[in-house]
């Protein structure tokens, strides 16, 4: 009878240890999609001292999405998730080989729509504007000093081409990850100006 007890033991113990999903995927319920050039690089022709580079992003609530013939609510799909974040660096060249992360400070730093914050790498919130019905970011990062420039994206990616857009889902709704095309990106992933 004791065996049999013992044996029931382990089986129980086994079952529940091989039966725990370690896919993170799955449990926190992650849904990828594709929708291009939702985060754009404010360019311009020539860059000076004390100008700024602004980062914006616009996400409408309503998507096409490749397959579908009906838009995606990307706001009911996440219910109602208040923002969406992406990841990006602001860099300077400081010698021959080395980039050194621009800081921001609130008096170097300008937004207009959204939440940015910075530290080893750059936060930035699309935050739902009901008026637009969309999601939207726009920083600006103003240019201190003369030298050359770069902007990279997905901090925590190996994409060269896209950032990642993460929706800031709550509890157990559905958590979006769009990979979204960034135009005016060389093959490494930069974004090169000069600042003169």
Do not use: H
């Not at 996400?59 to 109602?80: A, H, M, P, W």
């Not at 930035?124 to 009901?130: E, P, R, V």
């Amino acid at each position: 009878m004791k065996a049999l007890k013992k044996i029931l033991i382990v089986s129980v113990v086994f079952l529940a240890l091989t039966g725990c999903n370690t896919n993170d995927d799955e449990f926190y319920n992650v849904q990828y999609i594709a929708i291009p050039n939702l985060v754009q690089i404010e360019t311009q022709s020539n860059y000076v001292v004390n100008d700024y580079i602004y980062v914006n992003a616009t996400l409408n609530r309503l998507q096409n999405e490749v397959g579908q013939t009906t838009l995606l609510d990307i706001k009911k799909s996440t219910g109602n998730a208040n923002s969406f974040n992406f990841t990006y660096l602001l860099e300077k060249k400081i010698n021959a080989t080395d980039w050194q992360i621009v800081s921001s400070t609130a008096t170097n730093t300008l937004t207009s729509n959204g939440r940015f914050f910075s530290g080893g790498f750059y936060s930035a919130y699309a935050d739902f504007d009901s008026v637009a019905d969309a999601y939207k970011f726009r920083t600006g990062i103003k240019l201190e000093s003369a030298g050359q420039y770069r902007i990279s994206f997905g901090y925590n990616s190996n994409s060269t081409n896209s950032v990642e857009i993460l929706s800031d889902s709550q509890g157990t709704n559905l958590f979006l990850s769009i990979n979204s095309i960034i135009n005016n990106i060389d093959g490494a992933g930069y974004y090169n100006f000069t600042v003169n």
